[in-house]
């Protein structure tokens, strides 16, 4: 069965340091992953998909993440964080024989410092 | 192109009660899924339609349902409101469905209280 797992419930950075949100999966499929984002009282909004093409997919908002399977990983970056970055954001995979069903982890709280 | 759109945005029912919501997909959008929010549990998905078909359902009772019509809106609904219910409900659409190749496109919610 798929899974998720975001190993942090909460990062905060200070605006202009890199941000880190780490994720690993469980797959017994080859997976499609995503990051999705959800600020405060709206919906989620997708920040960028892998689906078995290059390993390290660039998505919106200058936010980036890399597949590595060996380390069933899919760790979300970004260079510099900015205030309006402050959100949940979550990790997210789907498996062949899942259909359209996504399997959601538990959700990482950034909060940014000024 | 407008988004996904849900209402009503938020409802405040009583235990007991029944409740629908209304989804409706990003034009040319086939397929529509359902999720609930909530605190404890986190996000879990409820069901996926595609061409008017239930293709998918997750782990809930079958006092939650839903259908699909022909031009793609979907609705659920929760009979025999129970307090743990209380929830925000997403509606996410997709082109078709497909093991994650078609991006999920998600609505603002709705926000149900049950009180």
């Known amino acids: 069965a798929q899974s998720v797992t975001q190993l942090d419930s909460h990062v905060s950075v200070s605006e202009g340091t890199p941000v880190l949100l780490r994720c690993n999966y469980s797959s017994s499929y080859s997976p499609s992953l995503f990051w999705y984002v959800q600020h405060p009282n709206k919906g989620l909004q997708l920040l960028l998909k892998y689906t078995s093409a290059a390993t390290l997919v660039k998505g919106i908002n200058g936010f980036e993440a890399e597949f590595k399977k060996s380390e069933t990983s899919f760790h979300l970056t970004k260079p510099s964080a900015h205030m309006s970055d402050a959100a949940e954001y979550f990790c997210v995979v789907t498996g062949s024989n899942q259909g359209g069903k996504l399997i959601f982890g538990q959700g990482t709280e950034l909060s940014v410092k000024p | 192109k407008a988004g996904v759109t849900q209402t009503p945005r938020y409802l405040i029912k009583t235990r007991g009660q029944q409740v629908t919501l209304s989804c409706s997909p990003i034009?040319?959008?086939?397929?529509v899924s359902w999720y609930q929010q909530t605190p404890g549990q986190g996000l879990q998905f409820l069901f996926e339609?595609?061409?008017?078909?239930?293709?998918n359902k997750g782990n809930f009772p079958g006092r939650f349902s839903g259908r699909q019509f022909s031009n793609s809106r979907s609705e659920m609904n929760v009979s025999t409101l129970e307090l743990g219910d209380s929830a925000l409900y997403l509606c996410?659409?997709?082109?078709?469905?497909?093991?994650?190749?078609?991006?999920?496109?998600f609505g603002p919610g709705t926000r149900l209280t049950v009180t």
């Open positions: 339609y595609f061409s008017e078909t239930q293709r």
């Open positions: 034009s040319g959008h086939r397929s």
């Open positions: 996410a659409s997709s082109l078709f469905p497909g093991q994650g190749v078609y991006e999920q496109y």
